[in-house]
């Protein structure tokens, strides 16, 4: 039987002119004595599903990461990108996104989807150059995508971050006429082969790859792993060791050519819907043409790593962010012991945890951005917040999947998502130990690379 005491509360926040209203409507006698029949804890539960938001009550804080309202700052156009990046991802990818990841594979139907937001345009212009704002931009989308699916957030990165800046900051006048408008338009997807399958951190300066000039065109051998978006791609940047001079070059590897294949990586326990390829170069054939024009050896490669490895430390805030609003919900909703999880001070020890660390993460990729977009960005910069968002994504993840519970390892709650997830983010475009040496050097003078 209810309690009188909670009854009494509930009735005290009646419209009694709605309710007359109702009454037209409903058998509001038969229904009170039906209310009256339940206990405390299904009065409660009927009040949170009257309440509506998905069984929490109305007047609980909604779940929002940016709790310091950082964001605020963004101007107008750098907010319509965040807002349609957070339609996209709710509306498009949000239904579709554990079918995909069941079924370890991209969902093609996206790129037209993605093609209508014209986000490529927000960072790059035709000509190869950077809007003003690219880094911050390019970090909303990265945040927004995040937040929901890291793997879609990689596709876009790979495409737009990574092998965009391989023509823009590598190709002739030509070459970026021939590739960029197609790739701002998702007309062409590209790739970015530069790690090997022996050659991790290390592959500046042990890269297998070769490259060989033979008339007016060049013979590449090799193989490259982890290729993101090559099973699909419709071309690749590799970069190769040329067998001459030593000097690392890049080439532009069109899908179809004769001596390139890709095997599908099958098998991930992280970012299982962005698709990686294993790609094997045997005697390839490749026009001088189609050699990047304008590299300056590895220092052109290592340029392109610096742009996107922000870009990457934006994925750690947007998937720790999401990550945090999952649990938050979840806190606000489950019920042990007659209360809500979010009642208890461990729980909430938890949440501010988290969230101390995605708004500190958050003040970082701000700052890191302005830098960037300022060009007053270093490698070191761009190291250490990659190195710091990998770690505190990391164990925000881990409180916000320990707030789940055992439904915290069910795919279909979010949270285990983010957690596997952020597994790639910490190893890739430079694993911690890497970029933790290089801030290292910056900072004593001293290299302890070995
Ligand atoms: C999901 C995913 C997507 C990727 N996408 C791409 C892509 O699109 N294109 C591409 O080219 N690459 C891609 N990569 C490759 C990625 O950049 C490499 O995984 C990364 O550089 C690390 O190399 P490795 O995995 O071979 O590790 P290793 O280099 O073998 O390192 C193994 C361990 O040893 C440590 N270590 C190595 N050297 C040192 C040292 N000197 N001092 C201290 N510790 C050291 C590392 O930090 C790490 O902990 C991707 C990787 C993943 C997982």
């Given amino acids: 039987m209810t309690n009188p005491a909670t009854l009494q509360a509930m009735l005290a926040q009646l419209d009694l002119d709605a309710l007359t209203r109702l009454g037209q409507k409903v058998d509001l006698p038969g229904l009170l004595s ?8 299904q009065l409660k539960q009927l009040a949170r599903t009257l309440g509506g938001g998905g069984g929490r009550t109305a007047d609980l804080p909604a779940p929002d990461g940016d709790f310091y309202g950082q964001l605020d700052r963004l101007t107008p156009e750098q907010r319509e990108v965040r ?3 957070r339609t996209f991802m709710t509306d498009q990818v949000r239904p579709i996104m554990n079918v995909y990841w069941n079924r370890d594979e991209f969902p093609q139907q996206l790129i037209p989807e993605l093609r209508k937001l014209d986000l490529v345009r927000r960072v790059w212009n035709e000509d190869g150059t950077r809007k003003p704002d690219a880094t911050l931009v390019e ?3 990265t945040l927004e995508a995040c937040r929901v699916d890291v793997s879609t957030a990689v596709f876009f990165g790979v495409h737009a971050g990574l092998a965009f800046a391989s023509i823009a900051l590598g190709g002739s006048e030509e070459q970026k006429a021939e590739w960029l408008p197609k790739m701002l338009d998702l007309e062409a997807v590209g790739a970015f082969g530069l790690t090997e399958p022996e050659g991790g951190s290390q592959v500046s300066q042990g890269m297998r790859t070769t490259c060989r000039r033979d008339g007016d065109s060049w013979v590449l051998n090799g193989e490259k792993y982890w290729i993101g978006n090559s099973p699909f791609s419709d071309f690749t940047v590799v970069w190769a060791r040329d067998e001459d001079t ?11 050519t004769a001596g390139y294949r890709v095997e599908k990586i099958e098998g991930k326990t992280a970012l299982r819907i962005v698709e990686n390829g294993h790609v094997f170069l045997e ?13 300056r050896g590895w220092r ?11 870009g990457v430390a934006w994925q750690g805030v947007g998937c720790a ?42 003040a970082l990729v701000l ?16 190291s250490l917040a990659k190195v710091v968002t990998a770690a505190r994504c990391r164990e925000t993840v881990a409180l916000a999947r320990e707030t789940f519970g055992g439904n915290g390892i069910l795919l279909q709650n979010g949270v285990a998502k983010h957690f596997a997830d952020t597994e790639a983010i910490y190893s890739y475009e430079g694993t911690n130990e890497i970029n933790t040496l290089v801030v290292g050097r910056a900072i004593t003078g001293f290299s302890a690379f070995v």
């Fill in 83 to 85: 807002a349609q990046v």
């Fill in 367 to 382: 700052r890191l951005s302005d830098m960037a977009d300022a060009g007053e960005m270093g490698d070191e910069h761009a």
């Fill in 246 to 256: 030593n000097e690392v070059r890049g080439f532009i590897v069109r899908a179809g």
């Fill in 34 to 41: 039906s209310v009256s029949q339940l206990n405390d804890g």
């Fill in 300 to 310: 052109t490669t290592a340029e392109v790593l610096r742009l996107t490895r922000a």
């Fill in 321 to 362: 962010l999401g990550a945090y609003e999952l649990a938050l919900g979840y806190a606000q909703t489950r019920e042990q012991f007659g209360k809500r999880i979010g009642e208890f001070q461990l729980i909430q020890n938890h949440l501010v945890h988290m969230l101390g660390n995605v708004t500190s993460m958050l």
């Fill in 139 to 141: 970090g909303l989308i």
């Fill in 283 to 295: 005697d390839c054939r490749v026009p001088e043409a189609d050699r990047l024009q304008a590299t």
